[in-house]
């Protein structure tokens, strides 16, 4: 996502597969250790390819999948420590956690709002638990759904496709993924 600004954001996925392209700007403030090459990164996101090959093999395309899918991150911020490592959201610490939190909480009640989706698919343990203890929206309006998050740093995390499809199944979400929501 720092390279491309979209969500789980393999940039290899991102050009030759949602076809976008353009330069990427620079954040304000850029930590020396993680510089912003955009479209030009060359490292594959195995996160982002695992999510999003999943989705077009359900969808048979990702046209198909945006057609009734959206991807949303909770948090579109990144945060590093001072060596360059990666700190999530939920690692976070003090008043800045909540303040965090509580804004993108805010700024996706909204688009949900706008959006009015049936299903909500939380990514990762903490962002469904968030999603449901202090989303207005999803306390009120639509189902919250688990699937564990795609990065192989996940524990036990080898077959991650095979069991989201299961549970995308089981769930009777496959249809929304194929734009079949009818059948």
């Avoid at 990164?41 to 945006?66: K, P, V």
């Avoid at 991150?73 to 990144?78: E, G, Y």
């Avoid at 003090?94 to 959006?115: N, S």
Wanted: glycine share 6%; hydrophobic share 35%.
């Amino acid at each position: 996502m720092c390279q491309t600004g979209i969500p789980f954001g393999n940039v290899g996925t991102v050009i030759k597969k949602m076809q976008l392209s353009g330069v990427v700007q620079q954040p304000p403030l850029l930590h020396d250790k993680r510089p912003v090459t955009g479209l030009d990164y060359r490292t594959e996101e195995q996160s982002g390819l695992r999510l999003w090959n999943l989705f077009e093999e359900l969808a048979g395309s990702l046209d198909i999948f945006f057609q009734q899918c959206f991807v949303h991150n909770l948090c579109p911020l990144a945060f590093f420590d001072e060596k360059g490592g990666n700190v999530t959201p939920d690692h976070l610490k003090g008043d800045y956690k909540t303040l965090i939190r509580d804004k993108c909480l805010m700024t996706l009640d909204k688009q949900l709002e706008l959006l009015r989706p049936q299903f909500i698919v939380a990514i990762g343990s903490w962002v469904e638990i968030e999603l449901k203890k202090r989303s207005s929206y999803c306390k009120s309006s639509a189902t919250v759904i688990r699937l564990k998050h795609p990065s192989m740093r996940v524990p036990n995390n080898t077959k991650w496709s095979e069991e989201a499809k299961a549970l995308l199944e089981e769930k009777d979400l496959i249809k929304y993924i194929c734009n079949k929501p009818e059948g």
